[in-house]
């Protein structure tokens, strides 16, 4: 399990989407949106990591593991669509806002984009797993 490099890649994915829960400085001012918006970011970020963490011990059933990889994928973007919406929302979306933002707060936006990456990385390697054990069944 430990062996194969998508477990890697899906331990620091799950790392990366769930580090804007307990570094909460991407919501500093935040006030004037919906404090429901932030409890919804928090739960899909929340079952995102929960579900990577899940995916690693699926090593046995690829097929499983990759759609379930694709469908973390797709939670990773729900989590992105949604913290940059609450930034824009608020005005302190980086790049958009004409306040100085924290450099802090740019790089918690970035920790999503670099979990999508490693999802994408990590269902890249299960389906090079895929294909060396076809090309194994077809060697029997």
């Known amino acids: 399990m430990i062996q ?19 570094i909460r400085v991407w919501l500093l001012h935040t006030d004037a949106v919906n404090p429901m918006v932030d409890v919804i970011v ?15 011990f699926l090593h046995s059933d690829r097929s ?17 669509v949604a913290m940059l919406s609450v930034l824009y929302l608020s005005g302190n979306l980086p790049g958009v806002s004409t306040t100085p933002v924290v450099s802090a707060t740019f ?3 970035l920790l999503p984009f670099l979990a999508y ?8 390697a299960i389906n090079k797993d895929i294909q060396l ?3 194994m069944d077809r060697l029997r």
């Open 64 to 80: 499983k593991q990759y759609r379930l990889t694709l469908v973390i994928q797709v939670l990773t973007l729900l989590v992105i």
């Open 117 to 124: 990456v490693f999802f994408f990385l990590a269902r890249r």
């Open 42 to 56: 928090q739960i899909v970020a929340g079952l995102t990591a929960a579900t990577a963490l899940a995916v690693i």
């Open 107 to 109: 790089a918690v936006v």
């Open 133 to 135: 054990v076809k090309s």
């Open 4 to 22: 194969r490099i998508q477990t890697v890649y899906l331990l620091l994915g799950s790392i990366s989407v769930a580090a804007p829960l307990y």
